[in-house]
Structure formats: C-alpha cells, structure tokens
C-alpha cells in the first residue's frame, strides 16, 4: 500500500552515514577496484536531495542494504559505458549504476512525479562522481513515490563522461510497489497523472477526468488495492464548486459522468454526501427532458441536439438511484422512460449499434457508431434489470453487445477500434474504448453465462502485448503499436484491466 511510516530525524542521519564502499588498507596502499560498481561514501561529494523523501526508508540509503536488486533498464553512453537503473521492489527505492566508466565520470537519478513528463530541476539526486581507479560506480538510493504526499513516482539514471557535455539517461521505470500486477501496475501509471492539487488528471479534459477517477475506484474494487483511494474526497473538495458547482455544465453529459462517478464513489465509500451530489446532477439534467422528437434530454443547455450519450447516461444513473435509494420511484420512472424512448428514437441502426444522435427533423443522423455509444447502453439496461427484475432489458442488452463485439468494422482483426482511429489521436476519443469495456463488464456480470469474457480478455492481452510501454503507461490503438501516454488512454486501458483480471 502507498503509505509509510516517517522516519525520526535520528533514522535519518542513520540512514545518510552509510559505511565506506571499500576502506583503505592499514599499509596505506588503495584497496583493489571492484569488479563492477561500489556504494558511494558521504565523502565521495555527493550532494543531497534537494527535498528528502522518507517513506519506508529516507533517501540516500546504502544499496548494499536493498533487499532487492532488480535490473531495470540500461542505457548505452559514451565510450561503451553501461548504465543501469536498479530497483529494490521491497523497499520502494532505486540507485543509478554505471561500468566501464572513467574518473570524473558523473552518475545521478532523476525522479518525476508526472508520468516522467518533468522532473525536479537540479535535484540530480544522489549526484556522484567515479573516483580514480574504479571501473564503475553507483549512487544512493532514493525513494521511487513520497507516500506522506500522494506522490506517484518515477526514476530514471543519468550519466556525464568526464570532459563532455553529452548526458545519458535511461528510460523511466518505477518498482512493483503498487504494480504488482497488470491491473495495479495500470492504476499506479494513471495516478502519475492525477494533480493533487487540482484533484484532476493533467493531460486531459473536465469530463474525461471523471473517467478517470471512476477507473481508479473500479480498479479498488477489482484488485483489493486501496492506495488511492484518497483520490476520491480529494477531487470532490477541490472540484464541488467547479465549472456551474456540484460538477455541472452547459453540457449534460459532463454532469452525468461526474453523477456515475459519484455512485461509483459512494459504492466505495458509502459517504452520503457523493450519492446526494449524483442525485444533483440527476435532477439538473432531467430539466432539460422535453417532448421535442417525442422526448429525451438535450446534449447542452444551447438545445440544439439530442444524441445518444446523453440519454444512456441518463439512463444509467437514474436507474442507478433507483438502485442506491430505498423507496425511490422516481428514479425509476426516469430510467425506464428514458429507455422507452432512447429504442424507439431510431439512433439505434439495422445492425443494432448504435448512432451518434438524431438530426433537426429527429431522425437518425448515420454519424459514427463510438465504441462508447454502443457500451453505455449496456451498463443503463443491466442497472435496469437490476431494478426491475425484467429479464426483457437484459434480452436487449445482449442483441445491442453481440452486435458491437461482433462487428468487423469495430473489430478490425477482433480487436476494439474507434471509428477513424489513428495512432497520435487526441481529443476526447481515447476515453471511448474504456466506456465500452467497462459498461460490457457490467453486463457480462449480470448475465448468468458470461458470454463477454473471452472477448474482454482478448482485448486486455492485444493491449497489454502490443500497446504498452516499460512503465506500464498504454497508447491509443490496443492492437499496437504504442502511440504516446495520455490520462485519457490510461484510463481506458484500466477500465479493460479491470474487467479482466
């Protein structure tokens, strides 16, 4: 779990006064050069952190006392010099190693709490230089994460020659703390991404965020790993009175992901206060149901469309209020005459999937069938069932989800894809697939043969094979190759790992 007790100030000053990595013979003459790299001694100049990290241990420990040493990446310098970034898994700490090297040769580690995207400038942890006569070096180690901050965190190794100006690094890694398995591993990337201090995601938008955080409570459910959880109340309090307060905005379907995720957190939390605000968010957009095309809610509060995202969220969530509120029966009749309306409304096509929205004159607008349309439908129809007991919802929702997992022009090679999509997209398409994978869990639950499973996970082990990089961050296209890391990809990446195990 990504907590720690602090040490004293007296571990500390333990911890910093390492013993020499090899002592000087009582002839005076200088011991042998090791065969491959020695522990740095306070006298060696290396410098402090700028900012010491106490965590299981405190920064600048003494590799020799790592209960681990675990290779994690290497990287080729000048002169055919070998550096290494070692990681100690048990302990959360890490040491940059380099052979083959010369005197004066610099070695330090970089650590970034952003997903490797910065990182503290100057800090060159652990900054040391290879003494005369030894063939290789290495520095202290250092905390990878600072759990008494909610930092997520990354290290790399960097090297200088004596005499250049060229500097190597290795690739980021980080240990198997939180990362133990493919599921963690993926959470742990995506709070990389998580700002504490905005108690959003950095490197994308206001409603994917929800998105986000609703993968980051799935995957507490699914692996058991509460380390996150903090998550949670954080961006609820810096976030409540945000954009139009309560998490709305001129758009409908912004409030109502924030409104699921708000049931997911009270699912985790029970706290009363989430479920209250979801029944907010609820009610706000039930304001803008009318009788224009025989019903249903407007996208935004400008009128103009009326789409399938919305309407399925707001299926979905007022079902699931139904579902979370004991003797609600107003929930209930919003969720089933938001279905009513949503199958006769004629955005779901000859194949069963399901079309971007509806045109001026309210017929179907043939724009694209979004992963995302096709997979909330799903989720809305299982928390139907579940309210209702009526088989007949889970009937349709199995007809709408073996249209979509079946569908070449979805599946190109068996593998989910987007509509258009290309490796380096961005924008709010790489949060689609993470929808669909998520709401098709939920019904291959509720369905007593499971039938999505083998579907599920042949799209979790295309991603995990083919679109992944060494720090578990994954890309845009699940058949691969790896593109470039974004919260939004992250967050449908764990959605589909939460679904699989």
């Given at each position: 779990?990504?907590?720690?007790?602090?040490?004293?100030?007296?571990?500390?000053?333990?911890?910093?006064?390492?013993?020499?990595?090899?002592?000087?013979?009582?002839?005076?003459?200088?011991?042998?050069?090791?065969?491959?790299?020695?522990?740095?001694?306070?006298?060696?100049?290396?410098?402090?952190?700028?900012?010491?990290?106490?965590?299981?241990?405190?920064?600048?420990?003494?590799?020799?006392?790592?209960?681990?040493?675990?290779?994690?990446?290497?990287?080729?310098?000048?002169?055919?010099?070998?550096?290494?970034?070692?990681?100690?898994?048990?302990?959360?700490?890490?040491?940059?190693?380099?052979?083959?090297?010369?005197?004066?040769?610099?070695?330090?580690?970089?650590?970034?709490?952003?997903?490797?995207?910065?990182?503290?400038?100057?800090?060159?942890?652990?900054?040391?230089?290879?003494?005369?006569?030894?063939p290789g070096w290495r520095t202290l180690m250092f905390n990878d994460d600072d759990w008494n901050n909610?930092?997520?965190?990354?290290?790399?190794?960097?090297?200088?020659?004596?005499?250049?100006?060229?500097?190597?690094?290795?690739?980021?890694?980080?240990?198997?703390?939180?990362?133990?398995?493919?599921?963690?591993?993926?959470?742990?990337?995506?709070?990389?991404?998580?700002?504490?201090?905005?108690?959003?995601?950095?490197?994308?938008?206001?409603?994917?965020?929800?998105?986000?955080?609703?993968?980051?409570?799935?995957?507490?459910?699914?692996?058991?790993?509460?380390?996150?959880?903090?998550?949670?109340?954080?961006?609820?309090?810096?976030?409540?009175?945000?954009?139009?307060?309560?998490?709305?905005?001129?758009?409908?379907?912004?409030?109502?992901?924030?409104?699921?995720?708000?049931?997911?957190?009270?699912?985790?939390?029970?706290?009363?206060?989430?479920?209250?605000?979801?029944?907010?968010?609820?009610?706000?957009?039930?304001?803008?149901?009318?009788?224009?095309?025989?019903g249903g809610v407007w996208w935004s509060s400008a009128k103009t469309y009326k789409n399938a995202i919305?309407?399925?969220?707001?299926?979905?969530?007022?079902?699931?209020?139904?579902?979370?509120?004991?003797?609600?029966?107003?929930?209930?009749?919003?969720?089933?005459?938001?279905?009513?309306?949503?199958?006769?409304?004629?955005?779901?096509?000859?194949?069963?999937?399901?079309?971007?929205?509806?045109?001026?004159?309210?017929?179907?607008?043939?724009?694209?069938?979004?992963?995302?349309?096709?997979?909330?439908?799903?989720?809305?129809?299982?928390?139907?069932?579940?309210?209702?007991?009526?088989?007949?919802?889970?009937?349709?929702?199995?007809?709408?989800?073996?249209?979509?997992?079946?569908?070449?022009?979805?599946?190109?090679?068996?593998?989910?894809?987007?509509?258009?999509?290309?490796?380096?997209?961005?924008?709010?398409g790489p949060t689609f697939k993470g929808v669909y994978a998520r709401d098709l869990s939920a019904l291959?639950?509720?369905?007593?043969?499971?039938?999505?499973?083998?579907?599920?996970?042949?799209?979790?082990?295309?991603?995990?094979?083919?679109?992944?990089?060494?720090?578990?961050?994954?890309?845009?296209?699940?058949?691969?190759?790896?593109?470039?890391?974004?919260?939004?990809?992250?967050?449908?990446?764990?959605?589909?790992?939460?679904?699989?195990?």
């Open positions: 779990m990504l907590r720690g007790a602090v040490l004293s100030a007296l571990t500390l000053a333990a911890a910093v006064l390492v013993a020499p990595a090899a002592a000087v013979a009582s002839t005076g003459a200088p011991p042998t050069p090791p065969p491959t790299t020695a522990a740095p001694p306070p006298s060696s100049g290396a410098v402090a952190p700028m900012a010491t990290i106490c965590d299981k241990y405190c920064d600048a420990r003494d590799p020799a006392l790592a209960t681990q040493d675990r290779q994690g990446v290497t990287a080729t310098a000048a002169g055919n010099r070998q550096l290494s970034l070692h990681l100690d898994d048990a302990d959360d700490m890490g040491w940059g190693a380099i052979t083959n090297s010369s005197t004066g040769d610099e070695l330090w580690l970089d650590r970034s709490f952003d997903a490797g995207r910065s990182w503290a400038s100057g800090s060159k942890l652990g900054d040391t230089k290879t003494p005369s006569g030894y909610n930092g997520v965190g990354l290290l790399r190794a960097c090297a200088q020659p004596a005499g250049s100006t060229a500097i190597t690094c290795t690739d980021w890694r980080r240990t198997t703390w939180n990362s133990y398995d493919r599921r963690t591993a993926a959470a742990t990337a995506l709070m990389e991404d998580y700002d504490n201090g905005t108690g959003l995601f950095g490197t994308t938008g206001w409603w994917n965020s929800a998105n986000a955080l609703t993968a980051i409570i799935g995957n507490i459910r699914a692996s058991g790993m509460g380390s996150y959880t903090y998550a949670i109340a954080n961006t609820y309090t810096k976030n409540l009175s945000a954009q139009g307060g309560n998490f709305t905005n001129a758009y409908n379907d912004d409030t109502l992901w924030w409104g699921l995720a708000w049931v997911a957190a009270y699912d985790q939390t029970g706290d009363s206060r989430y479920l209250s605000t979801a029944r907010f968010d609820a009610d706000h957009v039930h304001s803008y149901w009318d009788g224009t095309c025989g919305p309407n399925s969220l707001y299926i979905q969530l007022n079902a699931a209020l139904h579902n979370r509120i004991s003797g609600d029966t107003t929930y209930l009749q919003r969720a089933r005459a938001g279905w009513a309306w949503f199958r006769n409304s004629g955005m779901i096509n000859g194949q069963n999937l399901v079309n971007d929205g509806l045109t001026s004159t309210c017929v179907n607008n043939n724009q694209p069938t979004w992963t995302y349309n096709q997979g909330v439908p799903l989720a809305a129809l299982a928390e139907l069932y579940r309210a209702t007991g009526n088989g007949s919802y889970l009937d349709q929702a199995r007809t709408l989800a073996n249209a979509s997992t079946t569908s070449t022009a979805l599946n190109p090679n068996g593998i989910l894809r987007d509509p258009g999509e290309q490796p380096g997209g961005v924008g709010d291959n639950a509720a369905l007593s043969d499971h039938p999505y499973t083998a579907y599920l996970k042949r799209q979790a082990d295309s991603a995990y094979t083919n679109d992944r990089n060494g720090f578990d961050q994954y890309g845009l296209v699940w058949s691969g190759p790896f593109d470039q890391s974004d919260a939004a990809r992250q967050q449908s990446a764990l959605d589909l790992l939460n679904a699989t195990g």
